[in-house]
T-cell receptor
Framework: EAQVTQNPRYLITVTGKKLTVTCSQNMNHEYMSWYRQDPGLGLRQIYYSMNVEVTDKGDVPEGYKVSRKEKRNFPLILESPSPNQTSLYFC????????????FGPGTRLTVT | GQQLNQSPQSMFIQEGEDVSMNCTSSSIFNTWLWYKQDPGEGPVLLIALYKAGELTSNGRLTAQFGITRKDSFLNISASIPSDVGIYFCAGLLGAYKYIFGTGTRLKVLA
């Protein structure tokens, strides 16, 4: 089954403790992206990747890092999480950028205390 | 960061009614997209629009890409209970950068 998977689905952590949220897709997509969703703000793009080893900042990249060493994986790294990064995070992928449909993962709900 | 102005923020309608929502922006977009998000899930693409003035339908859904390329609307005809959810517009800047609207939460009363 074609899908985007994220792990973990739920995470509660403390300020400053480094964490990684994994994202994997099995559709051989070139484009992958991370979003955060907050009440009243919709989805905001954090980082995106056009292909392996090619990444760029979205609208709200501060406090986040990404890497794209393999085509199928696009982990989101929070080196020193803070409470304002408490949010619902979505990973998405598409065949290439632009006019191809993005497929979203199920989301990761992160709470930073 | 950039965001699209989406309205209304929420709406309660009776089953069978038509629904209309829209998005406006100060930026010009190459592509407009409309997504629906069900509770506990990620957004799913409903309609994609690629040309200014384009009008596209998907079943009971109709969306239009504004002539100025700064706005778009989505209509849902004859709403049914499963239309409940959050609807997002999104614009594509260049080839890779997406800007989403703040969402319209739709509730349908049977």
């Amino acid at each position: 089954e074609a899908q985007v998977t994220q792990n973990p689905r739920y995470l509660i952590t403390v300020t400053g403790k480094k964490l990684t949220v994994t994202c994997s897709q099995n559709m051989n997509h070139e484009y992958m992206s991370w979003y955060r969703q907050d009440p009243g703000l919709g989805l905001r793009q954090i980082y995106y990747s056009m292909n392996v080893e090619v990444t760029d900042k979205g609208d709200v990249p501060e406090g986040y890092k990404v890497s794209r060493k393999e085509k199928r994986n696009f982990p989101l790294i929070l080196e020193s999480p803070s409470p304002n990064q408490t949010s619902l995070y979505f990973c998405a992928s598409s065949l290439t950028g632009g006019q191809y449909e993005q497929y979203f993962g199920p989301g990761t709900r992160l709470t930073v205390t | 960061g950039q965001q699209l102005n989406q309205s209304p923020q929420s709406m309660f309608i009776q089953e069978g009614e038509d629904v209309s929502m829209n998005c406006t922006s100060s930026s010009i977009f190459n592509t407009w997209l409309w997504y629906k998000q069900d509770p506990g899930e990620g957004p799913v693409l409903l309609i994609a629009l690629y040309k200014a003035g384009e009008l596209t339908s998907n079943g009971r859904l109709t969306a239009q890409f504004g002539i100025t390329r700064k706005d778009s609307f989505l209509n849902i005809s004859a709403s049914i209970p499963s239309d409940v959810g959050i609807y997002f517009c999104a614009g594509l800047l260049g080839a890779y950068k997406y800007i989403f609207g703040t969402g319209t939460r739709l509730k349908v009363l049977a």
